[in-house]
């Protein structure tokens, strides 16, 4: 087995792989995949020594949360972390558009960011998962309902937390400006920043400031931007569209200063997102047992100090 440290995720004792699964894919994220990949995914990443797994019911309307706890049987409970999020329920539409994830039509997410809500999210995760408890629970994209969770989401999870069913709490976003607003305000254990801080996008770094300040685990997630720093693909994707021709463009200038250094791009990317001294973990999305490999050799790679220093250069 591999061995890939741990880390402090807050104050909390909650420690963490530094490079953990993000299980978006496993509920057919933009691809189907069946459900032996998905189980061959989850047992790779195992065998690779990660055992920090984020999921949500988002994730393939349930399927996500479905596929990890069946694979995570296999495991001991106590070796392994698993986070899952809290603001929307999954309630019959058959006649609901699943969107990005590659799912039959049936289940339809509903944003609920109530005492009551949370509650029930916590219960239904726990039952897809087939586990008798989360490790960290996250609110997740209350991008619109901000009030609502400040009102309901926090103080519920907050109440979980304090009554030990729960070990850490946070929230999850694809935004940095909101969740400032929410470490100054809550007492939060980590935070989950998706796309606000890679190579091509530096917006969050101030999010990462005060979350250093505070003493509040950051889980970077969409290091590659959806696809488009690690994808090979003739169309690939940033922040789950097309990318455009400027984002193209930087993403080549960028491959050709990696290339200089004999540095692979990808493996830049998670160096890069890795190295600031406010980053807990890093949690990358995977589809089959050779994008584990990958993973894994990437975040092995040393990055030169140099090309380190230009990459800090690049806007």
Known sequence: MAVIPTAPLGARDVEVTRLGLGCAP?????????????????????????RYFDTAPLYGHGLSEQRLGRALQAYP????????????????????????FRVARGLAPRFDYSRDGVLRSIEESL??????????????DPDDHEQDALRGAFPALLELRDQGVVRAIGAGMNQHEMLCRFVAQVDLDCVLLAGR????????ERLLEACAARGVGVILGGVFN???????????????KPASTDVMTRVAALRELCDRHGVALPAAALQFALAHPAVTTVIVGARSSEEITADVAWVRTPLPPALRAELDAVV
């Open 197 to 204: 801080y890679t190579l091509l996008d530096r917006s969050g």
């Open 127 to 140: 039952e897809r998962l087939g586990l008798d408890r989360l490790d960290v629970v996250l609110v997740h």
């Open 226 to 240: 959806s696809g488009v720093l690690a994808s090979v693909d003739a169309l690939p994707t940033f922040d789950y």
């Open 26 to 50: 496993l509920g057919n994220l933009f691809t189907a995949l069946t459900d032996e990949d998905a189980a061959a995914t989850v047992a790779a990443a195992w065998d690779a020594g990660i």
């Open 77 to 100: 409970r106590d070796e392994y972390v698993v986070s899952s999020k809290v603001g929307r329920l999954l309630r019959p539409d058959p006649d609901f558009d699943p969107g990005v």
